[in-house]
């Protein structure tokens, strides 16, 4: 097993051991975080997550953001395109199944599809993360095929704010040459 295998393993084993009471308040606190952060404010088209393994829950950022008039949008694993994600307008209304890896998404046929490129801002999960804006993913490498074009146009936009417990900070992060850097991470307790 390499290094970051190992890394994802025992990060996400630490993330599980959260009670379901810590998890709540960190989610609630996490909210606090992201409310002070000036281009959530400026952003219109927001993706998201539902949280699955112990993932820091962006629920109540979900509720705050449909009551600001934000557009929310949740990934979808792209039907056609092999570890590439697509992104659905998420409403109170929308029908949701689960996908192959038995977590919540709109379910077909979507209303609404978003491409990557037009969303604003990407709030998205990570196992683990570095103060340099490293981040390790499950491993699946959705998030780095389907935001590659950031790196290699250099694009401003989506902006990638990954989303964590404060536990999952890591001194360094191996990076791959494919890993799509982020713009920060918020946790629990703060901004990076």
Known sequence: ??????????MRKKRRTLTSKQQAIAALKLLVEIKKLPLIHQ???????????????????????????KNV???VLHPLSHNRLWFVKYTKHTPMTRNIYGILEPKAPYRFIRPAKMLD?????LVAFDNK????????????RTFSFIKQFNAQKPRLIGLAHHLQEVEKLPIESWDV???AVVTDHGYY
């Open 181 to 183: 850097p982020l713009t």
């Open 121 to 125: 801002t990407v709030l998205l999960p």
């Open 73 to 75: 949008y949740l990934p």
């Open 133 to 144: 804006g490293g981040r390790l993913g499950m491993g699946g490498g959705y998030y780095d």
């Open 1 to 10: 097993m390499d290094a970051r295998s190992t890394l994802r393993q025992s």
């Open 43 to 69: 952003s219109k088209h927001i993706a998201l997550y539902l949280p699955n393994d112990g993932e820091l829950d962006p629920t109540p950022i979900v509720q705050w953001c449909w009551t600001m008039k």
